[in-house]
């Protein structure tokens, strides 16, 4: 059984979009989702569900060509765009690009999160995009390059946003037990954990139009 809060949560990373998903969403106290697949078109979604839905798109690139290729081909005005940058080069250029959105990283490009990233992210008021199953069920050794790099974070106060990379009705982790494990996990103040689930990806995802 969930606790049912005021609706003010947002997911930057939902890996499905279902009718049956979506009404959980709204009953858990979601708003706005940005959604990688859907099964129906957004503004139908938006409308039965009483949730905003827009389109999520990730973008894997290993050099900066290669991401300026696929840019061009996104119609970012309407889609959250995340870049998962595999090199050093791409993160630089992907924080001050204003058609990406947020930057990914994951237990396999850690590596690119280093001080200077953190800098440049903080100058140009790009968010970093953390997926909650990674934080919650990653190996003890992941878990701890992510505690080094949260806590940069939040010396360097750059944005945060989680997904849930929710693909069924028995993924969706409770928002409050995710701000519970990141202070317990992670060392992390429940502020910073709030606004990565409220007013942040709210934000990304208001910026987009619904289709």
């Not at 957004?42 to 798109?57: P, Q, Y």
């Not at 440049?120 to 190996?139: G, Q, R, W």
Request: net charge positive.
């Amino acid at each position: 059984m969930f606790l049912v809060l005021k609706r003010i949560f947002a997911d930057i990373h939902a890996g499905v979009c279902s009718k049956e998903l979506l009404d959980l969403y709204y009953k858990v106290g979601y708003t706005h989702i940005a959604c990688l697949e859907k099964h129906v078109d957004s503004a139908t979604l938006s409308s039965s569900a009483r949730v905003v839905v827009v389109d999520k798109v990730v973008v894997n690139a290993s050099s900066v060509d290669e991401l300026k290729d696929i840019l061009r081909e996104i119609e970012y005005r309407r889609k959250v765009v995340a870049v998962h940058p595999t090199t050093t080069e791409v993160a630089r250029w992907s924080a001050h690009d204003t058609r990406i959105d947020t930057i990914l990283i994951t237990p396999s490009n850690l590596k690119v999160l280093d001080k200077k990233q953190l800098s440049v992210m903080k100058y140009y008021d790009k968010p970093l995009e953390i997926h909650i199953p990674h934080l919650l069920y990653s190996s003890s050794e992941v878990k701890s390059y992510f505690y080094r790099r949260l806590n940069m974070l939040a010396r360097f106060k750059v944005g945060l946003v989680l997904g849930t990379s929710t693909s069924g009705v028995y993924e969706l982790v409770h928002p409050v037990v995710v701000i519970k494990a990141m202070k317990t996990l992670y060392d992390l103040p429940e502020r910073i954990t709030l606004l990565a689930l409220t007013d942040i990806p709210r934000q990304l995802i208001s910026r987009k139009q619904v289709t």
